[in-house]
């Protein structure tokens, strides 16, 4: 748990001190398909750097988070071990805001990709490379569907403290529909997108 406050303070000192000195801004929030309409021409560079900056802080947030999510995920617990028993409460108690932290981040990334794969013309061309944007989306549709299994495993002791978890179901659906957008034909983009159709239709029973 100190490794990762250690890595979100970094992450936060980069986003409020050092990358305003560049007059540049990551977008932590789920981007509309309005904001990206109203990036004007006369910024094209700006608002690049923008957008790939905004999808690798996402991520790296991600990755910083998901060592939580992922010991929530874990199915195994020794009986009987005491400090087993005392790091299961310690994540219980303190997981959530990781697992909130991934989810919130994942639901930036995707917003991003799908949002500026929906237009046309010269907004497509901050997202780069098709793999990039492939890699970040399709991490962020796991990171949400492992958030979501969580959830559905701890929502009942505390029901309120996991509804924003909750309500990022869709996002899954929005990410295969981000694929389908973003290079149709690609065969890897095509089954990166059949395989969130698989996992969308998974979590309908935990729903």
């Not at 801004?25 to 560079?45: H, Y």
């Not at 995707?110 to 098709?130: C, K, P, Q, Y």
């Given at each position: ?37 109203k990036m004007d021409t006369g ?165």
């Amino acid at each position: 748990m100190s490794g990762i406050l250690e890595g979100q303070r970094q992450l936060d000192e980069w986003r409020l001190q050092q990358l305003p000195s560049l007059g540049l801004k990551v977008c932590d929030s789920p981007l509309s398909l309005g904001d990206v309409e109203k990036m004007d021409t006369g910024s094209i560079i700006r608002h690049r750097f923008e957008v790939v900056l905004s999808v690798r802080y996402n991520n790296l947030r991600i990755l910083v988070h998901r060592r939580c999510l992922e010991s929530l995920l874990d199915p195994i617990q020794t009986q009987g071990d005491t400090q087993a028993t005392s790091e299961t409460r310690l994540l219980q108690q303190m997981g959530l805001s990781s697992v909130i932290s991934c989810v919130e981040s994942a639901t930036s990334i995707i917003s991003i990709v799908h949002n500026m794969s929906a237009g046309s013309g010269w907004r497509r061309e901050f997202l780069g490379a098709w793999n990039y944007s492939l890699y970040y989306t399709f991490n962020a549709a796991l990171v949400i569907f492992g958030s979501l299994i969580v959830a559905s495993k701890e929502r009942d002791r505390n029901p309120s403290a996991w509804i924003m978890v909750s309500q990022s179901r869709p996002c899954i659906d929005t990410a295969a529909e981000a694929l389908r957008q973003l290079d149709p034909g690609n065969p890897v983009v095509e089954r990166c997108q059949e395989y969130l159709s698989h996992l969308s239709a998974i979590l309908d029973p935990l729903s």
